[in-house]
């Protein structure tokens, strides 16, 4: 779980803009998926909070319908507001099957983590996701992060849940036993970003470089 703020920078006109913490580290997650023509496809955001990633990867990658769902109700109210005329669509939810198996591509950015039951959502996903559809799932919060323990602390503090501990294993089982064939890499951010400024989440600068290039797990979970 990653501080959530806004922070300004200068566009390429030299415009200056505001832009959410975490779109460096979606771009990065956009850059490196295998699919690179997402014309034809409709997208899941689960967990999407206030909507900037489906409309970062709208302006990258253009699909043909974006569906955002989070359990947060003023988050999707503030996606809402920004949808604009892209083909966007905000719901509150926590179950991507209710769409029925409408999704070609679906994608997580430190949500997983926080689920009761991973199996659970593993067989939400399969049922939301069209034939040979793909899931992309990133997290640092696992039990082979060296400062788990002491972020989770810091989560559980913020949060209102109870915060698991699964290691990388747990999530790996849990969509492989729900029929998908699961591979992964590290997450390997390499580009500038902001310094963090939750030090007890990241106690020192090496700390934030090192969970964002070497801890988070991309995970890319494709349907048989």
């Not at 209102?160 to 089982?173: A, E, F, G, K």
Request: aromatic letters at 12%; hydrophobic letters at 35%.
């Amino acid at each position: 779980m990653e501080q959530t703020y806004s922070t300004w920078h200068l566009n390429p006109t030299g415009e200056a803009v505001m832009e959410d913490i975490h779109t460096p580290y979606w771009r990065h997650f956009i850059n490196v998926i295998l699919e690179r023509n997402l014309s034809d496809c409709t997208v899941l955001d689960f967990g999407c909070s206030r909507g900037g990633f489906l409309r970062l990867l709208n302006g990258m990658l253009p699909f043909c319908k974006g569906v955002g769902i989070d359990i947060a109700s003023d988050s999707i109210d503030e996606a809402g507001k920004s949808v604009g005329d892209q083909p966007l669509s905000y719901h509150v939810t926590g179950d991507p099957s209710r769409f029925g198996s409408m999704f070609d591509i679906a994608f997580s950015y430190e949500v997983i983590y926080l689920l009761q039951d991973l199996s659970e959502h593993a067989r939400q996903m399969k049922e939301a996701l069209r034939e040979n559809g793909v899931y992309y799932a990133v997290t640092g919060c696992h039990t082979e992060s060296p400062l788990w323990n002491r972020r989770k602390e810091v989560i559980a503090n913020s949060s209102s849940t109870r915060v698991p501990s699964y290691s990388p294993d747990d999530y790996i089982d849990a969509f492989a036993a729900n029929g998908f064939d699961v591979t992964l890499r590290r997450f390997g951010f390499n580009d500038f970003a902001p310094p963090p400024t939750n030090r007890k989440f990241h106690p020192g600068i090496l700390d934030a470089l090192t969970y964002s290039a070497d801890e988070k797990i991309l995970f890319r979970f494709s349907k048989n």
